[in-house]
């Protein structure tokens, strides 16, 4: 009687430890998923900040002002200055 019930022990030890392993190692694999996932965002990251601050540019910002907007800086004769009534310098 004693030997069955070791038995029995025994074998729902065995299954606890065989379980635990699995979903360990399925853990693992996720793990190992997210920390490639979180490496290529990083890595995205990177490659935005630097076309950020490449369309950041000043020169660059005036050259697409000027080619695709036809912007220009203005002249001295063409800026105004406008004085609001009752404001204070």
Do not use: F
């Not at 070791?6 to 979903?23: F, N």
């Not at 490496?39 to 050259?63: N, P």
Request: positive net charge; hydrophobic residues 50%.
């Amino acid at each position: 009687m004693l030997n069955a019930i070791l038995l029995v022990v025994l074998v729902l030890c065995a299954m606890s430890v065989v379980t635990s392993q699995h979903m360990a190692r399925k853990l693992y694999i996720a793990l190992e998923k997210e920390q490639k996932r979180t490496r290529a965002y990083e890595i995205e990251h990177g490659q935005l900040l630097l076309e950020q601050s490449t369309w950041g540019a000043q020169a660059v910002i005036e050259k697409v002002a000027a080619d695709r907007l036809g912007m220009h800086a203005p002249v001295p004769r063409e800026i105004q200055v406008h004085g609001v009534a009752g404001a204070r310098p």
